[in-house]
């Protein structure tokens, strides 16, 4: 038998599929069940999907790599619970492509932000985060509010994340930029539309303070109020057992 | 360079460049209002300089059949200083980002300068640019050595170093602009990441020809290290990575998996990467330059073969234990910490096994700085791993995680694991490559070797104190059961641990800039006492005795 | 028949457990077979040598 794999050795590709039979099992094993994970997670019926505001909220908060300080996974214990709020549930980021749960806490975890404090707030904590929390050392983003939202190319990103499982429609996906201005735009014709497609909970507000314009802190702002809000799921009681610690 | 290709490879070489310059092309076309854009120009330009390159040295007379008596060694050349160019420069900014933390102001008002695009500035120049490119030249080394066969071709070296490089540059760039994906370690996007698994999959193929080649009948087992390296970092990279541009004029791409699964495969790519880029590669380069620098044979050699498939094996579960207490179900975290804490028996054979080798060369180690930093790499491997399996142990992860712990113990790997075998293997192989007896200063390489472990020592004890006080101060209640402190207040209690991490980090730059210097100044003494004393020895394929170490 | 999460877990957990022992004896007998002693020896002691040149045969 032995002879039998000396002689596999010798021949590098033995070698090579030694290697790839030993690396991916361990990863195939641990990684599967959780495509199956549906059955068993809490259901969350009255979850929306992100408006393209706050998509392009999201996207922004991505490229600044707000994930690298923030995380957005409360855990199951109980001073995270009670510093941030009910612990995260999986249900919750079901529509995140990627994830943002993060590794890192430099600021405070975000996943219960939304509407914790107001608009104005955010707005000035962007522009520079020491005018409202002095020992702050959050970078300022003050370019975020003089930085037009680009919005041509938004039904092409519910397309995308429509390939990749999340329940846009048409509609959704046709409506997309005049959506995005809208739901900044309260006294818009557009704002309309938003409520329409996404619900009445859906905040339309001029994030940024101002109407017309529709900025880059718009879409930001938009997110965060939306952080933790997307399904109440989290603040009912939970029957799921596995995952309690 | 070019006068080492063949005809047929130059033609090849003007093919590639000649592709890559079209792609480039329909990039920047494509993207005109998009950063793919500017990224296809650059492509399109490195395309066209490299093209130029090739066809001023065209007519240059082709190699000497006399080149396949020696190893082909340029490329691993290249590669060093390569990794020496990413050392400087991802460490400056790494530091640069630690003082940001300390004093926020310092972003000039620009999206670029903000702490969260300069740190994957930081961590893929670190990652990539210095280790993988040092895994790269070290591997070309030691699989031609391991196997006493030269490189098959003179082509496909450069288009893994050339290409790799790119990559590098296309994903550090990327980051300045706001291209990410938002993957830890993973962030470039979809077209970079397409563009490295053509440079990887070249890789595997050059190592595969090579060690095909070779004379012995066994495979050496730091090739059985280089090789899960290639093989599992190919595997992750393509997992993790799958997404759904946007259109194909756009960077921006949505990621196949959200959530739990997403979660999951992130960490199961982003522990396996430290697993086998920042593990198994390096284990590889230890497996070679420290028996040849001490002049011994590895201790054990089953040992190292035991500990590669433990290695191999343990690591691929323990990924999970990133996600201790979150929303992934709690077997799946329970299986991770098991893992996690076996491998520390793999972990310790292996840094055992290298501390034994070095029994009976303990004067060597006294007296040589390249072998210390070998012998401190493989205590920080130890101390490290150990740190590693302690903190994925369910209770010590619910302190340790999220806060700076945790970049305590990713530096006691990275700064006292990763760059010390590398400088170590550095400083072994540039005398041996440019033909002198030593580096141009012994004291420099003394210097650095101080001013790498101070560097370290200062960095680590600075985390671990801010990042235990940081978790401490979470979770400390006060006498009427209510959170005693708020976050700002940890926060403020950082601030001194923030300078002092970021004044250890420029102990440790300093040392890098040694040490580029130090390797910069060899290569010049060599090329001119080459150009003195014997002006064409290649051109008459005269065989210079390599001149090694361990006397 | 469809796939549930619960056999795909019993799965995981009995079969990983299998092949994490079957696997470890294969690379324990590996490493410790007599025959297997000399290339390793050989091996160890072969990159020691300072022959800078590649084979041609």
Redesign the interface.
């Known amino acids: 038998m032995f002879g039998f794999h000396y002689r596999l050795e010798r021949k590098t590709i033995g070698m090579v599929l030694g290697i790839i039979g030993v690396a991916s099992i361990g990863g195939i094993v641990e990684i599967a069940p959780l495509f199956t994970i549906h059955q068993t997670v809490e259901a969350a019926p009255d979850m929306r999907v992100y408006t393209p505001l706050e998509l392009a909220g999201r996207n922004i908060y991505i490229r600044e790599g707000c994930y690298a300080c923030h995380s957005q996974m409360i855990r199951t214990l109980r001073d995270e619970v009670e510093r941030y709020g009910p612990y995260s549930l999986a249900v919750e980021s079901k529509y995140d492509h990627p994830m943002l749960w993060g590794s890192k806490r430099t600021g405070p975890d975000l996943a219960r932000l939304g509407e914790k404090y107001s608009d104005d707030w955010h707005v000035a904590h962007m522009i520079n985060p020491r005018d409202v929390v002095p020992e702050s050392v959050m970078p300022a983003y003050a370019f975020l509010a003089r930085t037009e939202l680009r919005t041509d190319d938004l039904g092409k990103h519910l397309k995308a994340q429509r390939a990749v499982g999340v329940p846009y429609t048409d509609a959704m996906i046709a409506n997309a930029p005049a959506d995005a201005y809208g739901q900044a735009s309260p006294d818009s014709p557009a704002a309309e539309g938003v409520v329409e497609r996404y619900g009445k909970a859906t905040m339309v507000r001029a994030f940024d303070g101002k109407p017309n314009d529709l900025t880059e802190m718009d879409a930001l702002v938009a997110y965060l109020q939306i952080l933790g809000r997307l399904t109440d799921a989290a603040h009912k009681p939970v029957a799921s057992a596995e995952k309690q610690p | 360079m070019i006068g080492e290709l063949t005809k047929s490879e130059r033609q090849g070489a003007l093919l590639i460049l000649l592709a890559l310059a079209v792609t480039g092309l329909a990039m920047a076309v494509g993207g005109s209002n998009d950063p793919l854009g500017t990224h296809g120009t650059l492509v399109m330009v490195v395309a066209i300089v490299g093209t130029f390159a090739v066809i001023t040295g065209y007519y240059a007379p082709e190699p000497p059949e006399s080149r396949?008596?020696?190893?082909y060694d340029t490329p691993t050349k290249f590669g060093i200083v390569a990794a020496m160019v990413w050392a400087v420069i991802a460490m400056a900014v790494g530091d640069w980002v630690a003082w940001?933390?300390?004093f926020?102001?310092w972003?000039f008002?620009?999206?670029w300068a903000?702490?969260?695009?300069l740190?994957?500035v930081h961590t893929s120049g670190v990652i990539f640019g210095f280790g993988g490119n040092a895994l790269i030249a070290t591997s070309f080394y030691v699989m031609?050595?391991?196997s006493?066969?030269?490189l098959p071709d003179q082509l496909s070296p450069w288009f893994v170093l050339f290409g790799y490089n790119l990559f590098c540059v296309i994903a550090a760039t990327g980051?300045l602009m706001?291209?990410?994906?938002?993957?830890?370690y993973a962030e470039p996007e979809w077209y970079a990441d397409i563009w490295l698994v053509i440079v990887w999959v070249t890789y595997f193929v050059l190592y595969?020809r090579t060690?095909?080649r070779r004379?012995?009948?066994?495979?050496?087992?730091s090739n059985?290290y280089y090789?899960?390296f290639i093989?599992?970092v190919a595997?992750l990279h393509i997992?993790n990575n799958l997404?759904?541009?946007?259109?194909w004029g756009?960077a921006?791409?949505?990621?196949?998996?959200?959530?739990?699964?997403?979660?999951?495969?992130?960490w199961?790519y982003g522990h396996?990467a430290v697993a086998?880029f920042l593990t198994s590669g390096f284990l590889g380069m230890m497996y070679?330059y420290m028996?040849?620098r001490a002049?011994?044979?590895?201790y054990s050699?089953?040992?190292s073969?035991?500990s590669f498939?433990?290695i191999?094996?343990?690591?691929?579960?323990a990924?999970?234990h990133?996600?201790?207490?979150?929303?992934?179900?709690?077997?799946?975290q329970s299986?991770?910490m098991t893992?996690s804490v076996m491998l520390l028996v793999p972990s310790w054979v292996s840094a055992g096994n290298a501390l034994m080798t070095l029994n009976g060369a303990w004067h060597k180690v006294r007296d040589d700085a390249v072998l210390r930093f070998m012998m401190v790499a493989a205590v920080f491997y130890g101390l490290s791993t150990f740190e590693g399996s302690f903190m994925a142990i369910r209770p010590v992860n619910?302190l340790s995680?999220?806060?700076d712990w945790?970049?305590g113990h990713v530096h006691a790997g990275a700064l006292g694991w990763v760059a010390m075998i590398t400088f170590g293997a550095i400083y072994a192989s540039v005398p041996?490559l440019w033909k002198r007896d030593g580096m141009y200063s012994a004291k420099l390489v003394e210097a650095h070797f101080w001013l790498s472990l101070a560097g370290t020592i200062i960095y680590v004890f600075a985390m671990w104190n801010s990042g235990i006080i940081q978790g401490l101060m979470?979770?400390t209640?006060n006498e009427s059961g209510?959170?005693a402190y708020s976050?700002?207040d940890s926060?403020?209690a950082m601030h001194p641990y923030?300078i002092a991490r970021a004044i250890g980090g420029v102990f440790f730059l300093l040392g890098a800039i040694i040490g580029f210097y130090n390797i910069w100044m060899t290569i010049r003494t060599a090329s001119q006492a080459q150009s003195q004393a014997e002006p064409d020895y290649s051109a008459v394929g005269i065989?210079i005795?390599?001149v090694?170490p361990?006397r | 028949m469809t796939i549930t999460h619960d056999l795909l877990v019993w799965f995981s957990k009995s079969f990983g457990l299998f092949y994490l022992i079957g696997l470890s004896l294969i690379v324990l007998a590996y490493a410790y077979w007599p025959a297997n002693q000399k290339p390793f020896e050989h091996a160890a002691n072969a990159i020691l040598d300072d022959d800078d040149k590649p084979y041609r045969g």
Do not use: C
Not at chain 2, 178 to 184: A, D, L, N, R
Not at chain 2, 252 to 266: N, R
Not at chain 2, 295 to 298: A, F, L, Q, T, V
């Open positions: 396949l008596d020696s190893y940001l933390l300390a926020p102001e972003t008002d620009a999206a903000s702490f969260g695009r740190r994957p031609q050595r391991t006493r066969a030269r980051y706001g291209v990410t994906q938002s993957k830890e595969l060690l095909n004379k012995e009948p066994h495979i050496y087992v059985w090789m899960a093989l599992v595997m997992v997404a759904v541009p946007i259109s756009s921006k791409s949505y990621s196949l998996f959200a959530g739990v699964q997403d979660a999951m495969t992130e199961w396996n086998f070679y028996p040849k002049g011994r044979p590895i050699y089953r040992m073969i035991i498939w433990g191999t094996f343990f690591y691929m579960w990924g999970s990133h996600l201790h207490y979150t929303a992934l179900p709690q077997w799946v299986l991770g893992f619910a995680h999220y806060t945790t970049v041996w979470w979770r209640y209510t959170l976050f700002v926060l403020i923030y065989e005795p390599a090694q361990g």
